[in-house]
């Protein structure tokens, strides 16, 4: 059998400037993420370019000498052994730019530029699975190159420009004003699909709801935090786990395991990341609405980064922006096992559940911990739960099943007259079973 073949990834530099009010700390986290983002575009960045300044450039985003710099680093990079001698191919800029700071600094530099923003829509581009997740995307995606039209137009040369009018009243529609009135049409098309597709996704969850009960669980966080490792874990369910950047676009949603009683539903969402586009905000927002029908947020926050208080800030705001920011939650420090050795460790819980006295701390790939916060989460729906005698004559033993499949039983007696059942469960159920019963008697 022939070795696998890796794929070799496109190379790339990293350009960012530093704004006064931003600290240090803050600004290598933002480039790491950046870093990460290029990775999961597939590219390889071999350098990263610093500029502190008080204000972005006007022009080009970054100051001359900078821009000089880069250029420079470009055109040598066919002759640079950290780079096989390969080209590279882009300059990723940890900010969103205008479209003219875009074009200037692409002609400058010598290769195509791609700014926050396109990095993370293309991101999404390549990933949406789903009819509705692929809507939502492309609409963000044509938001973003709409107001981009007129500089790729001067690019293109005078051609791109003007068409010819016709009927003898001037000039004609622009290739750019044509191109944006299809913007806006298409765009149009898009939003009507997705006002179709969010009102049967609606009824879809209502006759789960009606089936289920109201135990949903929503994971939530920062993206490459762990949810889906989680997810895999608390319901053993073979979901995509990849050590990339907004993996999971789609929501899935799969049934707690071992169940429980009552049964929980649990929905893993895109992950957040600092700095979204507030178009993809808007537009995922009806892949986040998981979140808001969920009666519990398990917060999924990576305890070994450095920079988990951004995490918190960035997730709390993303869920106050969709609505989210009411629903109960649970805190859950993942990847303790990523923090040094066990005294690492240790020390690291210690802190954690002092600043935060009811978060969980754990790694979703030990058993024992995954088995701890799955009673955090039955606990948390058995909070309301009644507990009540049924008792079920011989003459309708058939209907155990419905005890057991609706209540958790937590003692079974007999009589000459037929079996007793001290059982625990959601007040409606019990009732219900309760009459049930009482008919057959």
């Excluded at 983002?37 to 204000?55: C, E, P, S, W, Y």
């Excluded at 998981?290 to 920079?307: R, T």
């Excluded at 754990?362 to 739960?385: G, T, Y």
């Amino acid at each position: 059998m022939p070795p696998e073949v890796k794929e070799k990834l496109r190379t790339a530099v990293v350009a960012a400037v530093q704004l006064p009010s931003v600290s240090d700390v803050e600004f290598e986290a933002s480039l790491a993420e950046l870093r990460d983002l290029a990775k999961t575009l597939g590219f390889k960045v071999i350098q990263t370019f610093i500029q502190k300044r008080g204000a972005f450039d006007a022009a080009a985003y970054l100051g001359v000498g900078k821009r000089e710099e880069i250029r420079d680093f470009v055109n040598g990079s066919e002759t640079d052994e950290a780079n096989d001698g390969g080209p590279i191919e882009a300059v990723f800029v940890d900010h969103e730019i205008s479209p003219s700071q875009a074009r200037n600094l692409e002609t400058e530099v010598g290769c195509e530029v791609m700014d926050r923003t396109m990095v993370i829509l293309e991101i999404f581009h390549r990933n949406a699975r789903s009819r509705a997740a692929r809507a939502q995307v492309e609409i963000a995606r044509l938001g973003y190159l709409a107001p981009r039209l007129r500089e790729l137009a001067k690019l293109a040369g005078p051609q791109g420009r003007q068409r010819s009018g016709t009927g003898g009243r001037g000039a004609g529609e622009s290739h750019t004003e044509l191109d944006k009135r299809k913007i806006r049409d298409r765009i149009a098309e898009l939003q009507q699909d997705i006002v179709a597709m969010d009102v049967e996704r609606k009824t879809q969850r209502a006759r789960r709801q009606d089936r289920q009960g109201g135990a949903n669980v929503a994971l939530v966080g920062y993206t490459n935090a762990g949810k889906s490792t989680l997810m895999r874990a608390l319901t053993g369910s073979e979901v995509l786990v990849a050590d990339k950047l907004f993996a999971t676009l789609d929501t899935t949603v799969r049934a707690l395991h071992p169940e429980s009683v009552p049964r929980v539903l649990i929905s893993d969402t895109v992950g957040f990341i600092k700095n979204l586009p507030h178009g993809l905000v808007a537009s995922f927002k009806s892949t986040l609405e998981e979140a808001l029908d969920a009666s519990l947020l398990l917060h999924v926050i990576d305890a070994s980064d450095p920079g988990f208080e951004r995490q918190l800030e960035v997730t709390n705001q993303v869920l106050a922006e969709i609505g989210a920011g009411e629903v109960p939650r649970l805190r859950v420090f993942n990847k303790i096992d990523h923090v040094g050795d066990a005294t690492a460790q240790a020390e690291c819980t210690a802190a954690l559940r002092a600043h935060y006295p009811d978060c969980i701390v754990m790694s979703a790939r030990r058993p024992d911990d995954v088995v701890r916060l799955h009673k955090a989460i039955v606990a948390f729906f058995q909070r309301d739960l009644v507990e009540a005698e049924l008792f079920l004559p011989w003459s309708a033993q058939q209907l155990r099943k419905d005890i057991y499949a609706n209540c958790e039983v937590m003692q079974e007696r007999a009589d000459d007259e037929g079996a007793f059942f001290h059982v625990r469960g959601e007040s409606d159920t019990v009732n219900r079973l309760s009459e049930q019963f009482s008919r057959v008697r």
